[in-house]
C-alpha cells in the first residue's frame, strides 16, 4: 500500500511538457527530501532526481520541485525515449521507511 | 565502474526460506546505506529493508518485519537478505540499491525470487 500518490499515466507528444504529481503527507515529502525514479521498459529504475537536484548525466529536460506535501516532476521538450514508468518516493519519518508512490506512466 | 550484482533467487515453496546476496564493487561499499527494494509482477515498487554503513542500524517494511532480516560483511562488500517463512505474495523481482534516496543512488539488475507450491 503506497502512502505516496501518482496519476497512473500520463501522456504527451514530442516537444511537449508533461508534469507529475506525487502527493503524500508530513511525515513523508512535507518533512524530506523527494526523488524521482525512472523505470525503462525491463530495466532497473535509475535516479532522476533527487530533492531538486539532478545527478550527472541526467537532462536538464528533468526537473523536480516541492511545495508542503506535494512534489512535481516536469518533463520538458518530451522525447520518445521518455516513455517509461516514473515513481516519487521520499522517507517517511513516521513509519521509519521509504516510501515509493504509486507510479505513472508516461507515453510519447 | 560501479556494480550491484545480486544472486540468490529461486523457487521456493510457501512457508520456505531463500537468502539474496548483493556484491558490490567499483566503490567504497563501507561507506554507504544499503537497500532492499522489491517489484511484484506487473506492480509497482516496494522498499524492503535498509542497514547503515556498519550494521548497526537496520529498518523494515512492515509486511516483512519478523520473517525478513537484512545484513553485511563490508570485509565482502555484500549486503544480504536473509527471507524466512515466504508467502506467495513476496514475489517479485528484489533489487539491491545503494544510497536510495541520495545523489549516489544506484541499483542492481535485481533477482527473481517465486513463492509458490
Known amino acids: 500500500q503506497s502512502v505516496l500518490t501518482q496519476p497512473p499515466s500520463a501522456s504527451g507528444t514530442p516537444g511537449q511538457t508533461v508534469t507529475i504529481s506525487c502527493s503524500g503527507g508530513?511525515?513523508?515529502?512535507?518533512?524530506?527530501?523527494v526523488n524521482w525514479y525512472q523505470q525503462l521498459p525491463g530495466r532497473a529504475p535509475k535516479l532522476l532526481i533527487y530533492?531538486?537536484q539532478r545527478p550527472s548525466g541526467v537532462p536538464d529536460r528533468f526537473s523536480g520541485s516541492k511545495s508542503g506535501t506535494s512534489a512535481s516532476l516536469a518533463i520538458s521538450g518530451l522525447q520518445s525515449e521518455d516513455e517509461a514508468d516514473y515513481y516519487c518516493a521520499a522517507w517517511d519519518g513516521s513509519l521509519k521507511s521509504y516510501v515509493f508512490g504509486t507510479g505513472t506512466t508516461v507515453s510519447v | 565502474e560501479d556494480q550491484l550484482v545480486e544472486s540468490g533467487g529461486g523457487l521456493v515453496q510457501p512457508g520456505g526460506s531463500l537468502k539474496l546476496s548483493c556484491e558490490a564493487s567499483?566503490?567504497?561499499?563501507?561507506?554507504?546505506?544499503m537497500n532492499w527494494v522489491r517489484q511484484a509482477p506487473g506492480k509497482g515498487l516496494e522498499w524492503v529493508a535498509n542497514?547503515?554503513?556498519?550494521?548497526?542500524?537496520?529498518y523494515y517494511v512492515d509486511s516483512v518485519r519478523g520473517r525478513f532480516t537484512v545484513s553485511r560483511d563490508n570485509a565482502k562488500s555484500s549486503v544480504f537478505l536473509q527471507m524466512n517463512s515466504l508467502r506467495p505474495e513476496d514475489t517479485a523481482v528484489y533489487f539491491c540499491?545503494?544510497?536510495?534516496?541520495?545523489?549516489?543512488?544506484?541499483w542492481g539488475q535485481g533477482t527473481q525470487v517465486t513463492v509458490s507450491s
Open positions: 542497514i547503515d554503513e556498519d550494521g548497526s542500524v537496520r
Open positions: 508530513g511525515s513523508n515529502i512535507g518533512n524530506n527530501p
Open positions: 567499483g566503490f567504497t561499499f563501507s561507506n554507504y546505506w
Open positions: 530533492g531538486d
Open positions: 540499491v545503494r544510497a536510495i534516496g541520495g545523489s549516489r543512488s544506484y
